[in-house]
């Protein structure tokens, strides 16, 4: 089961970063990804990392405030979110992959971490 933590209440601008434990044995040979899921809203993607850490993605309307990195001897997942906004209010999931490579396809997802919530207000 993936572990998330680090969600809380934000005012605009401010920063929170996000974790994700992933007691997976192979965690390194896994994509690993962020979505998030407003009220009355279909889960959405955010962020994914490659195996190594060397490839990431991003959703365009998270690109240049959010960092998503690794480490795999700790086999964590961080979502650093930089400038949050209103529009960032969501239950936060992390979530693993088998593909080699990044996805952004929520049905390629089979292991899901129980969500963290950030709200932005001020």
């Known amino acids: 089961q993936l572990q998330a933590s680090g969600g809380g209440v934000v005012r605009p601008g401010g920063s929170l970063r996000l974790s994700c434990v992933a007691p997976?044995?192979?965690?390194?040979?896994?994509?690993m990804g962020w979505f998030r899921q407003a009220p009355g809203q279909e889960r959405e993607f955010v962020a994914a990392i490659g195996r190594s850490g060397g490839v990431t993605d991003y959703a365009d309307s998270v690109k240049g405030r959010f960092t998503i990195s690794r480490d795999n001897a700790k086999t964590t997942v961080y979502l650093q979110m930089n400038n949050l906004e209103a529009d960032d209010t969501a239950n936060y999931y992390c979530?693993?992959?088998?593909?080699?490579?990044?996805?952004?396809?929520?049905?390629?997802?089979?292991?899901w971490g129980q969500g963290t919530l950030v709200t932005v207000s001020s």
């Open positions: 979530a693993r992959s088998r593909r080699t490579s990044t996805t952004r396809n929520r049905g390629l997802y089979d292991l």
């Open positions: 997976l044995r192979t965690f390194g040979s896994y994509t």
